[in-house]
């Protein structure tokens, strides 16, 4: 996707680009470059698409990751699949606020096992 034009890319809540972006500016912008009109925020990009379960998760997959104590957990960031999923992994591209830029991520880096949210397919990047 042509979300890896925006490797190292400030982050900044709020943003939508063309050279600064938040998560789900990213997203959209993304999506804008193929011709997808997607909403803007994440807590409304977690409902659009089809529910796609972790071990599906193909290559253009939204994945959404939580934030908060149980039982008050809330969608609160959102990234793209670059890969499938393979063997417990996929790597994923998105805005970080704690890496200040858009970077590429593994499912099994950090702490996203733990706040995974789950994952929805608006587009087949087959």
Same mark, same amino acid.
């Given at each position: 996707?042509? /979300? +890896?034009?925006?490797?190292?890319?400030?982050?900044?809540? *709020? /943003?939508? *680009?063309?050279?600064?972006? &938040?998560?789900? *500016?990213?997203?959209?912008? /993304? !999506? +804008? @470059?193929?011709?997808?009109?997607?909403? +803007?925020?994440?807590?409304?990009?977690?409902?659009?698409?089809? +529910?796609? !379960?972790?071990?599906?998760? $193909?290559? #253009? =997959?939204?994945? %959404? !990751?939580?934030?908060?104590?149980?039982?008050?957990?809330?969608?609160?960031?959102? *990234?793209?699949?670059?890969? =499938?999923? =393979?063997? #417990? &992994?996929?790597? !994923?591209?998105?805005?970080?606020?704690?890496?200040?830029?858009?970077?590429?991520?593994? %499912?099994? =880096?950090?702490?996203? @096992? $733990?706040?995974? #949210? #789950?994952?929805?397919?608006?587009?087949?990047?087959?």
């Amino acid at each position: 996707m042509n /979300a +890896r034009l925006k490797l190292g890319c400030p982050y900044e809540w *709020g /943003a939508t *680009g063309p050279n600064r972006y &938040d998560c789900s *500016g990213l997203v959209n912008y /993304a !999506f +804008r @470059q193929v011709g997808v009109v997607v909403t +803007r925020t994440t807590s409304t990009l977690c409902i659009e698409g089809e +529910r796609v !379960f972790l071990t599906n998760i $193909k290559r #253009g =997959d939204l994945i %959404f !990751f939580v934030s908060g104590e149980y039982p008050n957990r809330n969608i609160s960031h959102v *990234g793209i699949a670059l890969t =499938d999923y =393979d063997n #417990g &992994d996929f790597k !994923f591209i998105h805005a970080s606020a704690g890496n200040g830029c858009v970077v590429v991520s593994h %499912f099994t =880096d950090s702490n996203y @096992q $733990k706040t995974y #949210g #789950g994952a929805r397919r608006i587009i087949s990047c087959e």
